[in-house]
């Protein structure tokens, strides 16, 4: 079985800071990490393919410096790391990503073996759209299986995978064949610690580097700016409400009463409703 | 849904010079369309929400506003259809067959993309659930368009065109986004986002009827069973009425439990910020904020809660946020209607057993009288 997972390395963006002056995100000195909802996607191919035998290619789209994350990948244990790199993908919105994500797929179909599987988080942290997944598939038109929770039996001789899909009011038990694109859901599993073979193999290996002429594109108005149909026109920081918390003061009297009286002023109907709604009516 | 590296303000500024140049084919493209989302009988209150903000940008534009109802033939398909009528629709566009009884993507991207090709909008509103996304995100590559994700306000331009603006960045940044030279528009919004509007009874409304393009033999996916949730209160957060929440400040899962005390007493849902999923404290259906629920209740009570841009984004549509925490520096006191600057383990037993004195005399009054 071979299995693609696509990763994103991404700002560690519970240390971005936001200039006050200028709105501008301050990257200086940010820390990069894999999109934390990849690693999901991650050990799950890596258990299907202990399971079932074969090969786990990575693949990300970035900057040159995205060879980290691949690295990191190998010492958890995939087999392969393709990067994805050029300035022509600069800029691109979720379409042009999924053009040269779909494009670079197909060219490791033809370089390393058909996937069978193809594997992406639900979302990242900084796009943060859940939508390259979809892309993705429909682009290469691979079935989608999108929120799962849990990869199944496999059947080899039918080529069908049994799924569990987190759908709005419960759990969809699905059955779908090969090639599929399966976003993962958080949760699901932990990444395993690489081992010591791996993480000498890992820094070792050679990270496999493709501008978009290596991974096959040919039509470069598909790609970065160009190719995004979508535009930022405005970025800006949300702005304070217009004024602060009244606090509220106990003085000598029981803050809890305080309180509760000063939310019953400000939403005289919130009373009855409560009542109400504690009685359990 | 743009990636973040075109998003800082120099390089934004020369591309906001932009201009729409629709190309000769997009020209038809006109009315806004709102997909209903129907499953299991069941309307998503999302799809009545993002029929308010349609209507806005319809009247704005001064076109039709459109209802999108797809799923098999029967009653709750008529239901969800003369629902649209009653949020605002001006008309509905119907595929009815029994191969839509599940959600499958392959069989609704169908029947969207079809209905678009066919009767040609210029901006398409889907929710931003777990269908919404996997439907929209499929629809938008399939017809090559722009699709701006998860959006918290949506406009339209002078020149007519949409402005979606949704966060980025983690949530520490705003941006607007234009899909100015392609067509449809599409945009999803999460469920809360946007407000209610109001129901108003309307018996008519125009119903086109579109045929499925495929059968159940063309579609490979095949659902062999659907496990609902045991725990109803999980889709409850977001349109409870009363939300208590929790955060770090209350130091250990023991005391989390004075939280879910008075979310009980009130006969609220509880909730809780980040960290607290993440150490297993809470289950990540409790999240409330950006990568949790959004919530729009009465009455929000945050309780040793810090009020991180993340958490607040999920939490502004509130009516009343009452927020509880020793340091009165706190964000969260920025955006808080009231604020008590307290010890939250302290107080929360007090407020349980106050509300519960408050509310029982209430209701012992009523019962009396
Ligand atoms: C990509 C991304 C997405 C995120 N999404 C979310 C999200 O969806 N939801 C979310 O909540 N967070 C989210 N976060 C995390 C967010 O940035 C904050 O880290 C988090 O909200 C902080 O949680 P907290 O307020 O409970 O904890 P802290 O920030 O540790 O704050 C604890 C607060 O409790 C107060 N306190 C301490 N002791 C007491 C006491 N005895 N009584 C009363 N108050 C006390 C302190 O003064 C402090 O203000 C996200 C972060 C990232 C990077
Ligand atoms: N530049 C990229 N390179 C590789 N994979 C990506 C990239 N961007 C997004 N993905 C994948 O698509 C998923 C969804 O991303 P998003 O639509 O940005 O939320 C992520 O979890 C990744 O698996």
Same mark, same amino acid.
């Given at each position: 079985m071979h299995i693609v997972v696509c990763i994103k390395q991404v700002p560690d963006s519970a240390q971005i800071r936001v200039h006050p002056v200028t709105n501008t995100i301050m990257r200086q000195g940010v820390p990069t990490i894999i999109n934390p909802y990849d690693l999901f996607a991650l050990e799950e191919?890596?258990?299907?393919?202990?399971?079932?035998g074969g090969e786990v290619t990575v693949l990300t789209m970035g900057p040159p410096s995205a060879e980290d994350s691949l690295r990191k990948a190998l010492v958890f244990g995939a087999n392969r790391a393709v990067l994805l790199t050029d300035r022509f993908f600069a800029g691109s919105d979720t379409l042009a990503t999924t053009f040269a994500l779909a494009t670079a797929i197909t060219k490791i179909s033809e370089t390393y073996g058909k996937p069978d599987i193809v594997f992406t988080g639900k979302q990242t942290i900084d796009g943060d759209t859940a939508q390259v997944g979809p892309g993705i598939a429909k682009r290469l038109g691979l079935l989608q299986l999108t929120y799962v929770s849990k990869v199944g039996d496999y059947d080899a001789a039918n080529g069908t995978i049994d799924v569990e899909r987190r759908s709005e009011g419960g759990t969809q038990m699905l059955r779908s064949k090969m090639p599929v694109l399966i976003t993962m859901l958080e949760g699901t599993n932990e990444i395993r610690r690489g081992t010591m073979a791996d993480t000498l193999r890992a820094a070792r290996a050679e990270v496999v580097k493709w501008n978009a002429k290596d991974a096959g594109v040919e039509d470069l108005s598909k790609c970065g700016l160009k190719g995004s149909p979508t535009i930022v026109k405005r970025v800006f920081a949300p702005g304070p409400r217009a004024e602060k918390a009244a606090f509220v003061e106990a003085g000598e009297g029981n803050p809890a009463d305080a309180l509760i009286d000063e939310i019953f002023k400000r939403q005289p109907t919130l009373e009855a409703e409560m009542t109400a709604l504690a009685r359990g009516f | 849904m743009s990636e973040p590296n075109k998003a800082p303000a120099p390089?934004?500024?020369?591309?906001?010079?932009?201009?729409?140049?629709?190309?000769?084919?997009?020209?038809?493209?006109?009315?806004?369309?709102?997909?209903?989302?129907?499953?299991?009988?069941?309307?998503?209150?999302?799809?009545?929400? @993002? !029929?308010?903000? +349609?209507?806005?940008?319809? *009247?704005?534009? +001064?076109?039709? @506003?459109?209802?999108?109802? #797809?799923?098999?033939? +029967?009653?709750? #398909?008529?239901?969800?259809?003369?629902?649209?009528?009653?949020?605002?629709?001006?008309? &509905?566009?119907?595929? &009815?067959?029994?191969?839509?009884?599940?959600?499958? *993507?392959?069989?609704?991207? &169908?029947? !969207?993309?079809?209905?678009? *090709?066919?009767?040609?909008?210029?901006? #398409?509103?889907? +929710?931003?659930?777990?269908?919404?996304?996997? @439907?929209?995100?499929?629809?938008?590559?399939?017809?090559?368009?722009?699709?701006?994700?998860?959006?918290?306000?949506?406009?339209?331009?002078?020149?007519?065109?949409?402005?979606?603006?949704?966060?980025?960045?983690?949530?520490?940044?705003?941006?607007?986004?234009?899909? @100015? *030279?392609?067509?449809?528009? !599409? &945009?999803?919004c999460r469920p809360r986002v946007m407000s209610m509007p109001e129901r108003v009874e309307k018996l008519v409304g125009k119903v086109i009827e579109h045929p499925l393009g495929i059968v159940e033999d063309d579609i490979v996916t095949k659902v062999l069973s659907f496990l609902p949730d045991r725990d109803s209160a999980k889709s409850n957060l977001a349109y409870a009425d009363v939300v208590v929440a929790g955060g770090m400040g209350l130091g250990s899962p023991e005391n989390f439990q004075l939280v879910r005390q008075l979310a009980q007493t009130l006969g609220a849902e509880y909730g809780c910020s980040r960290p607290l999923v993440q150490k297993g404290w809470v289950t990540s259906d409790r999240q409330i904020g950006q990568t949790g629920k959004t919530i729009r209740p009465k009455l929000y009570i945050a309780a040793g809660i810090s009020g991180a841009i993340q958490h607040r984004v999920g939490v502004e549509g509130a009516d009343l946020i009452v927020a509880i925490n020793t340091d009165k520096n706190a964000p969260i006191f920025d955006f808080a209607h009231v604020g008590l600057?307290?010890?939250?383990?302290?107080?929360?037993?007090?407020?349980?057993?106050?509300?519960?004195?408050?509310?029982?005399?209430?209701?012992?009054?009523?019962?009396?009288?």
């Open positions: 191919a890596l258990r299907l393919r202990d399971r079932l | 390089a934004a500024a020369g591309r906001a010079a932009t201009k729409k140049e629709l190309p000769e084919h997009f020209k038809a493209y006109k009315h806004v369309w709102v997909y209903v989302e129907v499953e299991r009988g069941q309307v998503h209150p999302v799809s009545w929400e @993002l !029929m308010g903000a +349609g209507r806005t940008l319809a *009247n704005k534009l +001064g076109v039709d @506003l459109a209802a999108v109802v #797809l799923g098999p033939e +029967g009653e709750p #398909l008529r239901a969800a259809v003369a629902e649209s009528f009653c949020y605002g629709a001006d008309l &509905a566009y119907v595929v &009815a067959s029994d191969v839509l009884t599940d959600y499958r *993507n392959e069989s609704y991207t &169908a029947a !969207m993309t079809d209905l678009v *090709n066919t009767y040609k909008p210029e901006i #398409l509103l889907l +929710g931003a659930t777990t269908l919404g996304r996997d @439907l929209a995100g499929a629809v938008a590559t399939t017809l090559l368009t722009g699709l701006t994700a998860d959006c918290t306000e949506l406009d339209v331009d002078a020149d007519g065109s949409l402005a979606a603006t949704r966060p980025t960045f983690g949530g520490s940044l705003l941006c607007t986004i234009y899909t @100015l *030279n392609y067509r449809p528009q !599409m &945009a999803t600057v307290t010890d939250a383990i302290r107080l929360l037993p007090a407020l349980t057993e106050a509300f519960a004195k408050r509310l029982s005399a209430h209701s012992s009054d009523k019962l009396a009288s």
